[in-house]
């Protein structure tokens, strides 16, 4: 149960977040019989709690003979709106309306009913068409809804503890050779996708990363990069000062070449500027349009799919641009601590099961060599 402590015409009032019927949002406004003074805050505050506390043991008696289950998970997710990032909440919301609603709402299962055998039902059907990490994401709300439900006694246990989830396959990036890199570096020169290639395929930088980087965290004094601010999107574009985890905020060199590009690129958005005038919109970020726009992270993925496709190189995701820097980097004989600290996984461990394909490859090098130093005669 949520809600807030408001003041409204000299009183407090404790407004609780409830829904009628049809699940639509219905504040309740509490007289807490208090005057708004200053004096008085620390009194309203332990009465809201106490009001809160009163609603939500009444919002929990009212699910516990017949709810079902599809419309408990609503309420599990309207009542962790509030702690959850946005674009987290918007994935839930898309697996909740196209997925778990329809299919539970079809079995008409209530709460108090519902097994293990039902969720295991729900997992079978969709990876016929979902992949076991996509499954996984849908778990994380359907144990969530019920870990809720146990805590306030509405289940006796959880049956999502006894479910059994597709095996996920270990991840394989795909990624362009060092000849098809060179292509498209060439293709891409005066694109304004340019940027974005030469981060993702020189730093490995994640698409949120690339649309999040700004010219103030390129130091040219310093010649460093810092990984510091991220553009995510799923409906929503939100932009932060936070990377994807502590390790993925990092600081790394700029050479030669890339600091002279991106002194040149600098040097052509300042031109950009003077030429639009007025119709120039300015921003920060590095990845933009002639007129200034910000590039979006969606479009990065969509121009980049083009920009292949034009220049007869092979299907890679923009992401795998990062995994071509991970071979690239196996090639110059870079270990798979410096690769994890360049790509910012926060373990060594991460990097070497995402980059196994590739550290086998370089080991078919190795032997090979073997052939040449030491030679067996037949």
């Given amino acids: 149960m949520t809600g807030s402590l408001q003041a409204n015409k000299g009183r407090y009032y404790a407004v609780v977040n409830l829904k009628d019927e049809n699940g639509k949002s219905k504040p309740k406004w509490v007289n807490l019989h208090l005057p708004a003074v200053p004096g008085n805050k620390r009194k309203a505050e332990k009465a809201f709690r106490e009001v809160l506390a009163e609603y939500e043991a009444n919002h929990i008696d009212t699910y516990r003979k017949d709810v079902l289950f599809c419309e408990y998970i609503k309420v599990w997710l309207d009542e962790a709106r509030p702690g959850l990032e946005l674009i987290t909440c918007e994935a839930y919301q898309s697996y909740i309306n196209l997925h778990l609603f329809p299919f539970f709402n079809k079995l008409g299962i209530s709460l108090r009913d519902l097994n293990y055998q039902h969720l295991q039902r729900y997992y079978s059907s969709k990876a016929e068409t979902l992949s076991a990490n996509t499954l996984k994401k849908h778990h994380v709300v359907i144990n969530q809804t019920l870990r809720k439900a146990l805590k306030h006694d509405l289940i006796p246990s959880n049956p999502a503890d006894k479910v059994t989830l597709p095996k996920t396959e270990r991840f394989t990036g795909n990624y362009l050779t060092v000849e098809q890199g060179n292509t498209l570096l060439e293709a891409v020169k005066g694109d304004p996708l340019e940027p974005a290639v030469i981060l993702g395929m020189m730093y490995g930088l994640r698409r949120s990363e690339i ?5 103030r965290a390129i130091d040219f004094d310093n010649d460093t990069l810092t990984v510091q601010h991220t553009v995510t999107k799923f409906k929503t574009t939100v932009a932060k000062d936070k990377t994807k985890n502590k390790s993925s905020n990092r600081t790394l060199p700029l050479n030669r070449d890339v600091k002279d590009y991106l002194l040149g690129l600098r040097d052509q958005h300042a031109k950009d500027r003077q030429l639009l005038g007025p119709a120039y919109q300015e921003t920060e970020y590095v990845c933009r349009w002639p007129d200034g726009r910000a590039m979006r992270c969606d479009y990065l993925s969509i121009g980049f799919k083009r920009l292949l496709a034009k220049n007869g190189l092979p299907h890679v995701r923009l992401h795998d641009l990062r995994h071509s820097c991970a071979s690239y980097m196996l090639k110059m004989g870079c270990s798979m601590k410096e690769i994890a600290d360049w790509l910012g996984h926060a373990d060594i461990r991460t990097a070497m099961n995402v980059y ?19 030679p067996i005669k037949s």
Wanted: proline share 0%.
């Fill in 211 to 215: 649309a999040g980087m700004m010219w």
């Fill in 356 to 374: 196994a394909h590739l550290d086998a490859d370089a080991k078919k090098n190795v032997a090979n060599r073997f052939s040449s130093l030491l």
